[in-house]
């Protein structure tokens, strides 16, 4: 199966600056997901990234905050822009490879002060 | 978001015991669903998909389909200790096998020696 790098695996950000978080996938996969996860909370979907094309956001989700590149089939990042204290969890990057799942990276913990 | 509702928890078994794990979606729809495992600080894994009604053994897993009841189920038999951890019921979007993928709140399950 698909294996994905993620990185970082855990910053702590100043209120008001912004965080990129990458994704490397060892294989070429069309789709690629973006979600965060509260504590204790199960995962939210922010958005889907196709190669080539605009990202789809999920409603309560905007491009202005949360803007993803998708340059190639193999990477993906999303930045968390402006953060405030809100923005505080994990954020993990998905990817299907067949009809049969989807992988996830080991997720980014961000914390904001 | 599609809703994806799993039976609240935390569940409790112990050691050699059948755990079981509810979910019901909202999308009358949807045809593909899936079962993740998450350990403590973890991203997900995947650990069954089932995508017909009836049911599908793996192991000492069994996914359970029932589109009618809009119902999907998780028996782990001979439960371990190593089992415990929060499983995510998710459900992939209707009419697309590329699609995006909403889950559950998850159940913490803890099995005891």
């Known amino acids: 199966s698909a294996v994905i790098s993620q990185k970082p695996s855990r910053d702590i950000c100043q209120r008001g600056t912004s965080l990129t978080i990458q994704c490397q996938v060892d294989?070429?996969?069309?789709?690629m997901f973006w979600y965060r996860q509260q504590p204790g909370q199960s995962l939210t979907l922010i958005a889907t990234a196709n190669q080539g094309s605009e990202a789809t956001y999920e409603s309560g989700f905007v491009i202005d905050k949360f803007p993803i590149s998708r340059p190639n089939l193999t990477f993906s990042t999303l930045t968390v822009s402006n953060m405030s204290p809100e923005d505080s969890s994990i954020y993990l990057c998905s990817a299907q490879e067949d009809s049969y799942g989807y992988t996830f990276g080991s997720g980014t913990r961000l914390t904001v002060v | 978001q599609k809703e994806v509702e799993q039976n609240s928890g935390p569940l409790s078994v112990p050691e050699g015991a059948i755990a079981s794990l509810n979910c019901t979606y909202s999308d009358r729809g949807s045809q593909s669903f899936f079962w993740y495992r998450q350990y403590s600080g973890k991203s997900p894994e995947l650990i069954m998909s089932i995508y017909s009604n009836g049911d599908k053994e793996d192991g000492r897993f069994t996914a359970q389909l029932n589109k009618a009841s809009q119902y999907v189920s998780l028996l782990i038999r001979d439960s371990q200790p190593s089992d415990s951890a929060t499983y995510l019921c998710?459900?992939?979007?209707?009419?697309?096998?590329?699609?995006?993928?909403?889950f559950g709140r998850g159940t913490q399950l803890t099995v005891w020696p």
């Open positions: 294989s070429q996969v069309t789709m």
């Open positions: 998710a459900v992939l979007e209707r009419g697309s096998t590329l699609g995006r993928l909403y």
